[in-house]
T-cell receptor, first 117, second 114 residues
Framework: AQKITQTQPGMFVQEKEAVTLDCTYD???????LFWYKQPSSGEMIFLIY????DEQNATEGRYSLNFQKARKSANLVISASQLGDSAMYFC??????????????WGLGTSLAVNP | NAGVTQTPKFRVLKTGQSMTLLCAQD?????MYWYRQDPGMGLRLIHY???????AKGEVPDGYNVSRLKKQNFLLGLESAAPSQTSVYFC?????????????FGQGTRLTVV
C-alpha cells in the first residue's frame, strides 16, 4: 500500500540558513506525483512544489527545491535562506496513479519547522 | 478570484445536531474533496467528487454525507454530530487534466461537537 513517512516531527533552523525536511514514500507504481504543502499557524494549506515520478530534473520554486531520489524513494524539501515566515507545518503528499476516477492524495503526518531569528 | 471558500469558519454543535459545511470554488475545477485534520493523524479524506452530480467515499466517510449539485459547490453534511467529529475540516479542489495537479485548499472550518 502507498504510504508517506515524515520522520521529523519538529525541526529548528536559524534564519537565513538552509533546511531539509525529509519525506520518504512507498509505492509499487511507476507513475506517481509528489507534493509539498505548507500550513502556517493561520491554518490554510499552501501548495509549494510538485515532482512527477518521470521528471528527470529536481523541481524548484523560488527558495524551495525538491531533492528527488527515486531509487531511495525520497522526496526531501529543501528551503534555502530560511525566513521567519517559513515557520509552519510542512506536509509531504503523494498522488496515487490514476485508476478510473481515483485522484486521491496520501499524506504524511507533517514536520513542524521553527525558524529562529 | 476567491479560490476555494469554506463557510462557516467556526462552529460549535451539540451532540446529535446536524449541520452542513459549504465549499465553493471559482476555478472551474472538476475535482473537489473534503478532508478532516486531527492532531497526529494528518489529513484524512472523507469524501470526494470527480464532477457535478458524482461523489465517492474516501478513507473516513462514516457519519458524513456529501452532495455536488453544482460544479462549483461541494457540501458536507453531518446528520447527527458526535464528539468524535470534532476536527478541522478542509475543502480542496483540483483540475482533472492528465498528469498530476495540485489541490487548492480552503481556509478550513473548525468544528467542535460538545
Amino acid at each position: 500500500a502507498q504510504k508517506i513517512t515524515q520522520t521529523q516531527p519538529g525541526m529548528f533552523v536559524q534564519e537565513k540558513e538552509a533546511v531539509t525536511l525529509d519525506c520518504t514514500y512507498d509505492t509499487s507504481d511507476q507513475s506517481y506525483g509528489l507534493f509539498w504543502y505548507k500550513q502556517p499557524s493561520s491554518g490554510e494549506m499552501i501548495f509549494l512544489i510538485y515532482q512527477g515520478s518521470y521528471d528527470e530534473q529536481n523541481a524548484t520554486e523560488g527558495r524551495y527545491s525538491l531533492n528527488f531520489q527515486k531509487a531511495r524513494k525520497s522526496a526531501n524539501l529543501v528551503i534555502s535562506a530560511s525566513q521567519l515566515g517559513d515557520s509552519a507545518m510542512y506536509f509531504c503528499a503523494m498522488r496515487e496513479p490514476r485508476v478510473g476516477n481515483n485522484r486521491k492524495l496520501i499524506w504524511g503526518l507533517g514536520t513542524s519547522l521553527a525558524v529562529n531569528p | 478570484n476567491a479560490g476555494v471558500t469554506q463557510t462557516p469558519k467556526f462552529r460549535v454543535l451539540k451532540t446529535g445536531q446536524s449541520m452542513t459545511l459549504l465549499c465553493a470554488q471559482d476555478m472551474n475545477h472538476e475535482y473537489m474533496y473534503w478532508y478532516r485534520q486531527d492532531p497526529g493523524m494528518g489529513l484524512r479524506l472523507i469524501h470526494y467528487s470527480v464532477g457535478e452530480g458524482t461523489t465517492a467515499k474516501g478513507e473516513v466517510p462514516d457519519g458524513y454525507n456529501v452532495s455536488r449539485l453544482k460544479k462549483q459547490n461541494f457540501l458536507l453534511g453531518l446528520e447527527s454530530a458526535a464528539p468524535s467529529q470534532t476536527s478541522v475540516y478542509f475543502c480542496a479542489s483540483s483540475y482533472s487534466r492528465a498528469g498530476f495537479t495540485e489541490a487548492f485548499f480552503g481556509q478550513g472550518t473548525r468544528l467542535t461537537v460538545v
